[in-house]
């Protein structure tokens, strides 16, 4: 993850348009997105130009590899050079980056105020008492919680 | 000052009783400010009096930078076992600052954090749809505040109950409740007595927020099912969470839902006088009174004492 990035530090003021030093998770959606404009798999040049100006080619590589090591593009051998093609969107990268927040601290119930907690011994089988009596019908969730029944439903949506 | 100087540091012991009933006899809203209040004085006393302990305490020992009257026999006769508790309050009013240093770092890293996970993301409503197997959702504080829901979560609930979720986390966020989770967090770490307060006002936050969502979307039913099926989902995956000892009584989950299921709580402003919670209320802001102002008196008594030893 800490690999050496010039991206943040190479990066010139730009142009008054851009009104603040861009983020490095700013940028890595950046490329993405731009990436996923491709027809096809592109070469790092492409994403570059695409991207307009501002960003040096040694930039633009380094995201893309830091994106392939979250697994959010792929890349294979074209010639002497790489082309890349996204392997996941903005928000399937936001997602990763997420699970990483969540995964890695240990206090977050502090500070994010989550929508359920963990269910102690009990309170499994007098939650499933509550729905049951609430809703005849029963709640539709099998016990195993059934991993893996998720398309990915991407954003737009309400 | 005498012995008063102490006594802030025991009184939060008179905030339990209200801790454990505030949740059950108190609107969700009102019990939050109640005892996050009551939680912020009874801090802010004990680690005040823990500071002049340790000022005193402190006077004593060699090579000190406090002037050489602050060890006048005046000064240490106006405090009460002033060898002891002097020297105990200096590494117990560093714990107390380290604590308080550490949790406001660990909460801002992980707003930080987060709010550069979902850098770049779309969303109308300031709503971040993951594509994440996982089923979580979160209000993530910030201008604009987000909030944060996995396609997890999502796929497993119909159009109400999905409208409830997102009503909920907006109540999270229009109300600010990260505020109050992080004024009684800090408390907490100020004194460990006031623990039972934390684990009181989040759960009271996410009534707060439950009641404000079956409000918002005219159905608590919708709200009970959408915590409910929200518990299963994620029960069976391992949580790296630190998770709260089991406790006897039902967990926060069930009791929310339970709630939901029940009649709209009355918000009234106070409970009444003669039931158990009322003494409870009453205990706790009579604690708190007491608390702050032998806090305040020992301030003032060591100020004039001082005054008076140094010729300030």
Not at chain 1, 89 to 112: I, P
Not at chain 1, 116 to 129: K, M, Y
Not at chain 2, 23 to 50: E, F, N, Q, Y
Not at chain 2, 145 to 164: H, P, Y
């Amino acid at each position: 993850m800490a690999d050496g990035h010039p991206a943040t530090g190479g990066e010139p003021d730009g142009p008054p348009a851009r009104p603040r030093r861009r983020g490095q998770g700013q940028l890595e959606a950046q490329v993405l997105s731009a990436l996923g404009q491709s027809p096809g798999p592109a070469t790092a040049a492409w994403v570059q130009e695409r991207l307009g100006g501002g960003l040096a080619y040694t930039t633009v590589v380094t995201i893309l590899t830091r994106l392939r090591v979250k697994g959010a593009v792929t890349r294979e051998r074209a010639g002497r050079s790489f082309v890349w093609t996204p392997a996941a969107d903005v928000a399937g990268l936001a997602a990763f980056r997420m699970r990483r927040v969540l995964e890695s601290e240990t206090d977050r119930h502090a500070v994010l105020a989550s929508f359920v907690s963990a269910l102690g011994p009990d309170d499994e089988r007098l939650l499933r008492a509550l729905l049951a009596e609430e809703d005849p019908d029963g709640p539709e969730d099998t016990p195993d919680g059934g991993p893996g029944h998720g398309p990915r439903t991407e954003g737009g949506k309400d | 000052m005498g012995v008063f100087v102490l006594l802030p540091l025991v009184l939060p012991l008179t905030a339990w009783p209200m801790a454990r009933l505030a949740a059950v006899h108190l609107a969700p809203r009102r019990a939050t400010r109640l005892l996050t209040a009551v939680a912020v004085v009874l801090a802010v006393s004990s680690t005040l009096c823990l500071a002049l302990l340790m000022v005193v305490g402190t006077a004593q020992l060699p090579g000190n930078p406090l002037p050489d009257a602050w060890s006048d026999p005046a000064v240490r006769a106006a405090v009460p076992f002033e060898d002891v508790a002097g020297r105990a309050a200096i590494p117990a009013l560093l714990a107390v600052a380290w604590a308080c240093a550490h949790a406001l770092w660990c909460h801002h890293r992980l707003r930080r954090r987060a709010t550069r996970a979902l850098a770049g993301v779309p969303g109308r409503a300031r709503l971040a749809l993951l594509p994440d197997e996982l089923p979580y959702a979160y209000a993530l504080p910030g201008r604009p505040g987000r909030i944060v829901v996995s396609s997890g979560l999502l796929t497993r609930l119909d159009i109400r109950e999905r409208r409830a979720l997102i009503a909920h986390e907006r109540a999270h966020l229009t109300g600010h409740h990260h505020r109050y989770l992080l004024a009684v967090q800090l408390a907490a770490r100020a004194h460990p007595f006031l623990r039972p307060l934390r684990t009181t006002v989040s759960f009271t936050t996410e009534r707060w927020a439950d009641e404000d969502a079956a409000r918002a979307v005219g159905d608590r039913r919708a709200v009970a099912r959408a915590i409910g099926k929200a518990a299963l989902a994620g029960q069976g995956r391992t949580s790296p969470a630190v998770t709260l000892p089991a406790l006897a009584a039902p967990g926060p989950v069930p009791r929310r839902v339970a709630a939901l299921l029940g009649p709209v709580p009355a918000d009234r402003r106070w409970p009444p006088p003669a039931s158990a919670a009322g003494l409870a209320a009453w205990a706790a802001a009579a604690g708190t009174a007491v608390s702050a102002l032998s806090a305040v008196n020992a301030a003032v008594t060591l100020l004039l004492v001082l005054k008076a030893a140094t010729a300030l």
